[in-house]
């Protein structure tokens, strides 16, 4: 369990951030920050996830057998924000990844050092796990949270249906 203060000027916030691993009583507050965090992308109405896809995403982070884990940030008893990742293999190394899938704060807690927080817990889990950095991708338009990042490599994604 990481706590850090946000209190000051700067966050605006009285209470202790606690970035931890989600627990499964989180769920009916895990659920709003994932609909938050999907509407950001234009999946919700018509272009909304199916349940499904959430039922298994949550149940995957309790899943001993998945590679899948999520952290959340709570303050208050208020979640404040979630970050989704996961190991993998690669062919260029013998160790791991860690890819930072999703990473989500509630508009209220936005500059305030809540994403930095999930991205700093992310990398201690890294560690723990012999990874030596984490990565993860971001739209190009998403420019506030850009400002948060802090090395892009340069590479260009690629997609293709099959």
Not at 30 to 43: E, K, Q
Not at 128 to 142: C, D, E, F, M, S
Request: net charge positive.
């Amino acid at each position: 369990m990481r706590v850090a203060p946000i209190t000051g000027a700067r966050s605006g916030m009285s209470d202790q951030l606690t970035v931890r691993s989600v627990a499964r009583q989180d769920y009916d507050r895990w659920l709003p920050l994932w609909d938050g965090y999907n509407a950001f992308y234009d999946r919700s109405g018509a272009t909304a996830l199916a349940p499904e896809i959430t039922a298994m995403t949550w149940s995957r982070f309790f899943d001993a057998y998945e590679p899948v884990h999520a952290l959340v940030a709570e303050s208050g008893g208020q979640l404040l924000g979630l970050t989704h990742y996961l190991f993998h293999r690669s062919t260029i190394a013998i160790g791991p990844n860690c890819y930072l899938q999703d990473l989500f704060t509630v508009e209220s807690a936005r500059g305030k050092g809540v994403g930095r927080a999930l991205i700093d817990g992310v990398c201690e889990r890294a560690k723990l796990a012999g990874v030596p950095r984490i990565y993860w991708l971001t739209h190009q338009t998403n420019v506030t949270a850009m400002q948060l990042y802090a090395e892009q490599p340069g590479f260009v994604v690629y997609r293709k249906p099959c």
